[in-house]
C-alpha cells in the first residue's frame, strides 16, 4: 500500500477483488496542506477500463470543500478512463453534495460552438438579439401609453405618496447636480464664445450666445444627460432589485399591475420635474455665463441682463421647456425599462442600471437632433 503524505493524507492499494481503495485519512480542509494526487493519477493511468475504484473515510477527520474539489477531480479523471466508481465509502454529506453536483452538467462545448459558429452564423444572432430588442422596446412603449390611458382616466392603481416621495427625489434632490452642470456650462459657453467674438470685437454678444444656447438646446440637454445618470440609473436599479427579491412578481400574484404601481408613479415625476429642472437650468446656466460677462469682459449686469432679454424669446423658453419634457420621459422610460428587463442576478441589475444609462443618454442625444431638425424645418 502506497501513502501520499500531506497533513491530510491519501493511502490507496488494492482490494481482494482487484478494486483501487482509496484511503482518506486525517483533516481535509483549505486552510490545511492537502496531499500530491499525482501518483494516484498515474495509478489511475494503469488501471484497465471497467475497473473498480472505491473509497475508504473511516480514517478521515475533518473536511470541507477541498475534499469536494479533490474528490470531485478524481472522479472526472475515472469518467475519463471509462472507470466505475464505487461512492459508498464516501461521508454521506460529500455523496450529497457531489449528487448536487451532478445535478445540471456543466455544458462543456458551448462555448467552443460559439467560436467556431460561422461568420453568417454570428451575425443573423446579432440582427436576432437586435430584432428582439426593438420588439421589446415596442412592447414596453404600449404597456406605458396604456398606463397613461388608464391615468388620465382615473382607472390607475398606484399610491400618491409614492407619487410625491419619487417627485421629491427626481426634483429638489437633483437641484445641487444641477446647479453645478449648468453653471459650468454656462461658463465654458461664456469663455468659449468670448475667445472668438473678441476677433471681431463683438465680445457684447457674449450674453446673446449664452443665453440663446441655454434656452433654446442646452439647459434641457444637459439636465436630461443628469437625470439620466442619475435618476434613470436608479429607477433601473431599484426595479432590478425588486425583480431579484421577486416583489414584482409577488405584485402580480397580488393581482396589482406593476406598470401601474411602479412604472408609472417614476415616469409622472420626471415628465413633472423636468420642465422645472430645465427652466433652472437656464436660469443658473445663464448666471455662469454672466459672471464670465461682468467680472472678465467688463460689462454691466444690467447690460448682459438686457442682451441676455433682448436675445432669447418665448418661443426658445416654450420650445426648451418641450424638450425637457420629452428628455424626461425618455429617461424615465429607459430606465424603468431596464429595470422591468433585469435578470434575477446582482450582476444583472448592474447591467441593467449601465444599459438605462446608456439608453438614456443616446435617447436624448436623438431627440435633440430631431428636435433641431423639425424646429429648422419649421422656422423656430
Known amino acids: 500500500m502506497t501513502a501520499v503524505q500531506g497533513i491530510g493524507t491519501a493511502e490507496f492499494g488494492h482490494g481482494p477483488d482487484g478494486s483501487l481503495v482509496i484511503r482518506l485519512i486525517g483533516p481535509w480542509r483549505l486552510s490545511s496542506s492537502l496531499p500530491d494526487v499525482d501518483p494516484l493519477v498515474r495509478e489511475l493511468d494503469v488501471l484497465q477500463p471497467s475497473a473498480v475504484v472505491a473509497f475508504d473515510s473511516s480514517e478521515l477527520t475533518q473536511w470541507d470543500s477541498a475534499l469536494l474539489t ?7 479523471l475515472c469518467r475519463k478512463r471509462q472507470l466505475e466508481v464505487d461512492r459508498s465509502g464516501l461521508p454521506e454529506g460529500v455523496r450529497r453534495m457531489l449528487s448536487l453536483a451532478e445535478a445540471v452538467p456543466e455544458k462543456t462545448d458551448a462555448r467552443k460552438a460559439e467560436e467556431d459558429a460561422p461568420l453568417l452564423d454570428r451575425v443573423g444572432s446579432v440582427y436576432l438579439a437586435a430584432y428582439d430588442s426593438v420588439v421589446e422596446l415596442l412592447e414596453f412603449l404600449g404597456a406605458v401609453t ?8 382615473g382607472k ?16 429638489l434632490e437633483a437641484l445641487m447636480i444641477v446647479s453645478v452642470v449648468s453653471f459650468l456650462m454656462g461658463l465654458i459657453l461664456a469663455f ?5 467674438l473678441q476677433t471681431f470685437g463683438a465680445t457684447s454678444y457674449v450674453a446673446n450666445l449664452v443665453g440663446v444656447a441655454m434656452v433654446r438646446d442646452l439647459g434641457a440637454l444637459m439636465t436630461g444627460i443628469v437625470m439620466a445618470g442619475r435618476t434613470g440609473a436608479a429607477y433601473a436599479a431599484q426595479l432590478g432589485s425588486m425583480k431579484v427579491t421577486q416583489e414584482i412578481d409577488a405584485l402580480a400574484t397580488a393581482g396589482v399591475s406593476p406598470m401601474e404601481f411602479l412604472v408609472l408613479p417614476r415616469v409622472l415625476a420626471l415628465v413633472l420635474m423636468m420642465p422645472l ?9 445663464i448666471l455662469g455665463g454672466g ?15 438686457q442682451s441676455t432679454v433682448s436675445a432669447v424669446s418665448v418661443t426658445d423658453l416654450l420650445g426648451g421647456i418641450l424638450k425637457g419634457s420629452v ?6 422610460t429607459a430606465g424603468c425599462m431596464r429595470g422591468m428587463q433585469s435578470g434575477k442576478s446582482a450582476s ?19 431627440a435633440c437632433g430631431l428636435f433641431s431638425v423639425v424646429f429648422y424645418v419649421l422656422g423656430i
Do not use: H, W
Open 291 to 305: 459672471l464670465v460677462g461682468v467680472a472678465m469682459l467688463d460689462q454691466s449686469p444690467l447690460a448682459y441682463y
Open 156 to 171: 390607475a392603481r398606484y399610491r400618491r405618496s409614492d407619487l410625491l416621495l419619487l417627485v421629491q427625489q427626481a426634483g
Open 146 to 153: 396604456l398606463v397613461f390611458v388608464k391615468f388620465v382616466a
Open 327 to 332: 428628455y424626461g420621459a425618455l429617461v424615465a
Open 70 to 76: 479533490s474528490i470531485g477531480q478524481l472522479l472526472e
Open 277 to 285: 429642472l430645465t427652466v433652472y437650468s437656464d436660469f443658473v446656466g
Open 348 to 366: 444583472s441589475v448592474g447591467d441593467a442600471t449601465t444599459s438605462a444609462v446608456v439608453t438614456g443618454i443616446v435617447a436624448i442625444i436623438a
Open 192 to 196: 468659449v464664445g468670448a475667445i472668438q
